[in-house]
């Protein structure tokens, strides 16, 4: 049996009981590492489970499929994912390739940022197509992102904008020379995300085109959502450029249309200086 | 300190390790009980959790919110919710009533069906915005979910259809005579659902009005999902009003435009003869 365990979001006590009694029944037990992280790392998931980890990056999930799959009809074999286990397709594929194996699956799904995002008081039924925001480079800046956000706000509806991670990477002088050199992970912040949609804004208004958000739209930013320390901060997009919402994972919410009781949650986690704003909301965003 | 506690989707042993410890360590305990149901019943969790549990319905979340918070600022007081806390309106509203009487909440989150759904196949980053379906009755058959999901289709977007529940419903006889007497609990199965889709398909082709999606449109019937026997089936609008997914709950997802590794997913669980209509869709979709 090929067992798919989400983790949930903060720490070792996040993952179910039925998973937990499911990974200590496992020969061996593979720990995705690379589209999303917990606020520990594997020897504290070891310790608390009582059970080494085997860390399976994207090589050895994407190439090494074999591998993890491996006497998986015989005997039970676990892969755990922070969050639920489909949140990212790289894992349909792994299930894929065990249904083609003849070897059966069972998933024990958790909480992902698909759904706790609802605690920052935006409900979940009012979002839109999540989109995915990337770092830019010097040459490549999509901006598909913010197309989807802005027609998410043109139907009312939120957007939860899943913030870039760059784990094992190399540089491109590394990949030439075939040395397996990786450079330090990089996880985007609420900060940087909320900079890359302003100079959007900024080019779009240079060049005379329409805007479907401003510096103004209230966001949301998140930071290790579900950790004893997480962080849930409400301002505009201009306030959130100059957040600092600490250690990874971040991720950012634009709002669309606003309901009387989500700006009432909003209102819990928002700054000084964000509230005069939110205050402004109540007369004229629900007229609109 | 007021705990909101996911109870995921399965049963029992769904809860998360750190969610068990915070009920085993709160002086009461409620289950809300009218937004969603596990597969196992109150005796089942007090069972598990060594616990008492307080029911808690509708009128006590919505009149009685003060009574589940009362001395929460020097004990702790346990609110349990099937799935994820912030699920349902209902419970953002306590956490509101929480934070202006000074008492501290902390959330554990949970899988949900706004994550869980993602098992079926289809990427939940390619969900546009989630509907419910409501039961009709003979004065009252509201579409807005139908449009719903046809603006999703229009986009290439999945739309999760969350299907009615009543529990605690009284005839408008009995309540008019003040008489506190409650029809069982219905919950709508998938097959209810297809059907009054496909009873608005029928009215719009009538009136010559544009139809966003027809009996033939693939659609994933999922039931009890995270369960034991949970059961997800892919076919056709109009084959799913035929199919039987079992005891409660029951959702509906309808899709809308697939990517090949989708396709691939939902084989798995297709019937013999919709896998007919899935491989036809191979040759088609992709192109559109």
Known sequence: MLYLIGLGLGDAADITVKGLQAVKSCSRVYLEAYTSILTVGKEALEEYYGKQLILADRDLVEQGADEILKDADVTDVAFLVVGDPFG????????????????????????????????????????????????????????????????NRAAGLHTLCLLDIKVKEQT???????????????????????????????????????LGLTEDTVCVGVARLGSEDQMIRTGTLRQLVSCDLGPPLHSLVITGQLHPLEVDLLRINAEPNALQHLCMLDSSTFTS
Chains 1, 2 share one sequence.
């Open 88 to 151: 990212a397709t790289t894992h349909s594929d792994l299930v894929l390739r065990a249904v083609n194996a003849g070897i059966q699956f069972k998933v024990i799904h958790n909480a992902s940022i698909m759904n706790a995002v609802g605690c920052c008081g935006l409900q979940l039924y009012n979002f839109g197509e999540t989109v995915s925001v990337v770092f830019w480079t010097e040459t490549w800046r999509p901006e598909s992102f913010y197309d989807k956000i802005c027609k």
């Open 172 to 210: 491109i002088e590394n990949m030439m020379r075939g040395k397996k050199i990786y450079e330090p992970p990089r996880f985007m912040t609420v900060s940087q995300a909320a900079d890359q949609l302003i100079q959007i804004i900024n080019r779009k208004r240079d060049e005379g085109e329409e």
